[in-house]
């Protein structure tokens, strides 16, 4: 299809919106590009449009709910937003990306845990929250014995 190289050369130009919009209506034609949702989320990402990013990222999960990478991403974006909720959701999202792949290829995924139960516990009150604390110890066990 046409549209791609022209995405191309509206991201070296620095044309980002452009690109957005000419990857928006390939999408619409093929929706289950996940080279072209990546791209999406990454040029979301550079205008720091966490929303959309996220949006493209939980459309790359529904195509691959088993892709560690997709779930990883998701939640450094949910826990970039910020906020209780959105900390919360990461939370889960390192958790199942961490189930999905246990190795130390995934070592931003542990940490990105340990990081977003820490500040869940020093911004939004569960210091004394049992689950989250035993979470972040877990967390740090595991980066220990990772590295």
């Known amino acids: 299809h046409l549209a791609l190289p022209r995405v191309a050369v509206a991201r070296a130009r620095g044309y980002r919106e452009e690109a957005i919009a000419l990857l928006g209506q390939y999408l619409g034609l093929f929706m289950v590009d996940d080279a ?18 996220a949006a493209c990222y939980e459309d790359l999960i529904l195509t691959d709910p088993q892709n560690h990478l997709f779930m990883l991403k998701y939640a450094e974006v949910l826990y970039s937003m910020g906020g ?16 999905l792949n246990t190795t130390v290829g995934n070592l931003r995924a542990f940490y990105g845990l340990w990081a977003t139960c820490g500040a869940l516990a020093a ?25």
């Open 36 to 53: 072209a949702l990546l791209e999406l989320a990454d040029l979301h990402l550079a205008s720091c449009d966490y929303g959309r990013a």
């Open 123 to 147: 911004q939004h009150g569960l210091k004394g929250n049992d689950e989250n604390r035993d979470i972040h110890r877990w967390a740090t066990e595991r980066l220990r014995m990772l590295y």
């Open 84 to 99: 209780k909720q959105a900390l919360l959701d990461a939370r889960k999202y390192f958790a199942q990306s961490i189930k």
